[in-house]
């Protein structure tokens, strides 16, 4: 009995550990992106992706819809992605860089990238222009709102 004792203690504080991992990455979203109105960036064969665009620290938060990152691309048509989980990376990489591209900061470069889970990733960039203070009008995509349907 003391045995078991004993080791309940640190099976308790290793949950709690592994509870402070989740709640870490909740709580940075949080702080850095809650505040953001998304957009929506489009690629390949008409995938979505969220995008949360921190200019101030320049990063941005991917977010993925949970069923393409289960079922892959093509979910309307005929074909699924064997294996969506092979392609995300180069899937959220591609998303990231349109937005940049299609934000009109082409000279910005992908600096890093930081994974949560497999729906949401968070890009870090570098840009040459120097960073616009808070407030500052700045290129949205144009006619893309999360939510609402295009007609």
Known sequence: MRR????????LAGFGLALAGCT????????????LT??????????????YDNRQLRRMLIVSNALREYAGCNLSEVRIDPDPA???????????????????????????????DPQKSEFAYACDAPIEKRGTVVPRLPGRHPGLNQQ
Request: contains cysteine; aromatic residues 10%.
């Open 38 to 51: 998304p957009q929506v960036v489009t690629i390949g064969c008409k995938e979505p992706y969220e995008v």
């Open 86 to 116: 092979a392609s995300r990376v180069k899937r959220f990489r591609t998303a990231a860089r349109a937005y940049l591209d299609e934000t009109v900061r082409e000279d910005c470069r992908i600096t890093g990238e930081t994974v949560f």
């Open 24 to 35: 870490t990455g909740f709580s940075y979203i949080s702080r850095n992106y809650v505040a």
């Open 4 to 11: 078991r004792a004993a080791l309940l203690p640190i099976g």
